[in-house]
């Protein structure tokens, strides 16, 4: 890649850099008026637990496991066991303030044929799913994508997802019914109760900057969406309200391997399994919807359970003593406050979805205790306006999170288009054997080096970094990445200043 290339991409890049500064810049200001103090969070067992989702958190809906039809939880678990026991889940390499890390959650994605989905300067390739009825993708030889175990785990995948989009619209209509109301009762101009002006700064410049991404990504979106797609099988997202999620990602983790997690840093909530963020590159408002699923560890860590066996045992023996003694003040007050960290303890042993508002060190933060088979959604802007972390509980846990990618910019259909585009500009002499330029316009040769920029770093890097490891349990990408490769190579010669002013490139 040429320098002046290189150059342009990097002016492109610098735009985020900038907001990840003024990331920093926020994050420091909250973390000094915090100071040495905690914020208050609340659990369903304190007091105002359910007026303070209502009032702050009300674009959250938890589903109890008993809403999913028969045998759905059987046939998804058995999924994500799948997954785990064929080696698909990965801890992913991601850029985090400006530091490249590995996630302590293992990732696969699943979705419609062709999708990716891009986090913190990581792009996911989505292992396709298949849907009722459908025999699976096939590759070139017309052989399956996946063999049958991983074509039936991601047959799973989607119809969960099928129940999800069926079930998210009521929700988030009833959401929407009582967040309109309480929307009202916030919507004076003044600062509410408890924020200070600094927060209403932040919340207003945050405002701005959401804004101004969202009219950027619709200008992306019409733009992108100015083709038509071939896999219009696919229904647009969000057509009418209906919500199609399009792919899930999937979460793993065992805390008694992964033994070195954050503690959550601001409320004391406990050990971070994904620390707080907000789901990035989602259709404006779109929901998400995630199935969370605790299990005891892999048989490789059975002597972990046996040990908190024995821990158990001792805990007993504790229980026993305590009985036997007397019950003046002092030791009532002991037992109470013994009794209040086991409660503690008992809490923070279940896997929990952390929420705060973001910027916002006033409104308490809510941690919500998800069962094993529970589903929660996020409705309206809770994404934009909250941040979610997920706390670890002492099972292992997977989850799959299910979403809406805009499907105009983050798809194999779109990067084809685009390649096709900048293709256009090559034309062939069959009795040469020759290629040439068709035009040398600066803003020809200037839109064939934006497109030779967005495949060289925002796909062919990517799948040769993160994506190429799926290519040993399913085939889908190798064809078309390898064609993607070939355009690359044809736009690389097109951009050479010798051939293009000799028009002779073939
Ligand atoms: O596992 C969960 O409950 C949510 C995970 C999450 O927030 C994410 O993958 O973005
Ligand atoms: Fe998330």
């Not at 303070?52 to 009300?58: G, I, N």
């Not at 913190?120 to 399956?144: M, S, V, Y």
């Not at 919500?368 to 529970?374: A, E, I, K």
């Not at 967005?454 to 190798?478: D, H, I, K, P, T």
């Amino acid at each position: 890649m040429k320098p002046r290339q290189r150059k342009q991409y990097f002016r492109n890049m610098k735009r985020s850099d900038d907001s990840e500064r003024e990331k920093r810049r926020k994050r420091w200001r909250l973390i000094q008026e915090l100071g040495e103090q905690r914020i208050p969070y609340l659990s369903p067992a304190d007091p105002g637990f359910q007026e303070l989702w209502d009032s702050s958190y009300a674009g959250l809906a938890l589903r109890q496991c008993s809403v999913l039809p028969d045998g759905l939880h059987e046939r998804v678990q058995s999924a994500l066991i799948t997954l785990q026991r064929r080696g698909c889940l990965l801890r992913d390499l991601v850029r985090v303030r400006d530091r490249d890390v590995f996630t302590a959650v293992s990732r696969a994605l699943v979705g419609q044929p062709g999708y990716t989905y891009r986090y913190l300067d990581t792009r996911l390739f989505a292992i396709p799913w298949h849907c009722e009825g459908e025999e699976g993708q096939k590759d070139e030889n017309g052989k399956p994508c996946c063999d049958s175990d991983l074509r039936d785990a991601c047959k799973a995948f989607w119809e969960l997802n099928q129940f999800f989009c069926s079930d998210v619209r009521p929700q988030t209509n009833a959401r929407g019914v009582k967040r309109s109301r309480s929307d009202t009762e916030n919507s004076e101009d003044t600062p509410g109760e408890g924020m200070c002006e600094e927060s209403v700064k932040d919340r207003l410049l945050e405002e701005k900057q959401e804004k101004e991404k969202k009219e950027e990504e619709e200008e992306d979106s019409s733009q992108g969406c100015s083709h038509s797609s071939p896999l219009s099988s696919t229904p647009p997202p969000n057509v009418g309200r209906l919500v199609q999620f399009n792919i899930t990602l999937i979460n793993y983790m065992d805390p008694t391997v992964m033994t070195q997690l954050k503690e959550e840093p601001y409320y004391g909530m406990g050990k971070m399994a994904v620390g707080w963020h907000h789901d990035e590159n989602l259709v404006p408002l779109s929901p998400v919807a995630v199935y969370s699923y605790s299990c005891p560890a892999e048989p490789k860590n059975e002597g972990v359970t046996e040990k908190d066996g024995q821990g158990q045992s001792k805990d007993k023996e504790k229980e026993t003593e305590t009985e036997g003694e007397g019950t003046c003040k002092e030791e009532l007050k002991e037992e109470r406050e013994g009794l209040e960290k086991e409660e503690v303890q008992k809490e923070k042993a279940c896997w929990r979805v952390g929420l705060k508002v973001a910027w916002d060190i006033h409104t308490p933060g809510l941690a919500l205790p998800l069962q094993s088979g529970d589903c929660y959604y996020m409705t309206d802007d809770l994404n934009r306006t909250h941040q979610h972390c997920v706390l670890a509980g002492d099972m292992a846990r997977f989850s799959s999170t299910h979403r809406v990618v805009q499907c105009c910019t983050r798809t194999l259909d779109y990067i084809q288009k685009r390649c096709s585009e900048a293709l256009e500009n090559l034309q062939t002499d069959p009795e040469k054997n020759t290629k040439s330029l068709k035009s040398l316009l600066p803003s020809t040769l200037q839109h064939t080096e934006d497109i030779h920029n967005e495949v060289e770093f925002e796909w062919l890097r990517q799948y040769w970094f993160q994506g190429r490891r799926y290519a040993r349990f399913c085939s889908w990408w190798n064809k078309p990445m390898e064609q993607m490769e070939k355009d690359w190579k044809e736009m690389e010669r097109m951009l050479n200043p010798y051939s293009a002013s000799v028009h002779r490139l073939g």
